[in-house]
């Protein structure tokens, strides 16, 4: 295996173990939640982009180890990766879901798409890791990082930590993908905690 893929692992099981083991409930004890959780932009840029169903049996069977040790279930790691492969499907046509990418791109050609997922869209489906990936997912970021992202939010919420949703940001180039077409690559995709006013 590739020491950086085998990295980036590791690097999601830690994250998946520090969300677990961190006590949000301290944080919300202090007059401003937030006060302890000054570094509050999370990058992807050593995550995996590939979805999870492209990788190589390899890389994917550790992908899938490190979602079962992150408490999700084989029909949960599933639905999941077709959540995720539906989306990189489609980046290579012009519409994504509620959003467009720029028309007659060209090689080299970057997108940076913004959008936020409020408290309650988040939850909306549950307030378990699964349910809350389910939502990151489907609004097209990569698995991996959905998952982290979830991991934080359903931790913050089981502690009763007031915040009002996510900002992301997830960058795109133009080129040929890993099918030899030309398309859209999901670059590093970053999220915020946006705070309660």
Same mark, same amino acid.
């Given at each position: *295996? ?15 173990? *520090? ?53 999700? @279930?084989?029909?949960?790691? %599933? ?9 990189? *499907? ?15 791109? %060209?090689?080299?050609? %970057? ?36 998952? @982290? ?42 999220? @915020? ?5």
């Amino acid at each position: *295996m590739n020491k950086n893929i085998k990295s980036c692992f590791i690097f999601v099981l830690s994250l998946c173990l *520090m969300v677990t083991a961190t006590n949000f409930s301290v944080l919300a004890s202090e007059s401003n939640v937030f006060k302890n959780f000054d570094v509050n932009i999370y990058e992807s840029r050593d995550l995996p982009q590939i979805p999870v169903a492209q990788m190589n049996a390899e890389d994917k069977a550790v992908a899938i180890d490190v979602m079962k040790q992150c408490g999700l @279930t084989d029909n949960q790691i %599933q639905r999941l990766i077709n959540i995720e492969n539906n989306n990189y *499907m489609a980046n290579s046509i012009s519409t994504r879901g509620n959003w467009v990418f720029p028309p007659n791109p %060209q090689i080299g050609d %970057q997108f940076e798409r913004k959008f936020f997922l409020s408290k309650g869209t988040l939850i909306a489906g549950g307030a378990g890791v699964a349910e809350i990936s389910a939502v990151i997912a489907g609004a097209g970021v990569p698995l991996l990082v959905a998952i @982290t992202a979830a991991g934080w939010v359903a931790q913050a919420i089981g502690d009763n930590v007031d915040f009002e949703g996510l900002d992301f940001v997830t960058h795109y180039v133009y080129g040929e993908t890993n099918e030899g077409t030309l398309g859209w690559n999901t670059g590093a995709t970053e999220w @915020t905690v946006k705070k309660k006013s």
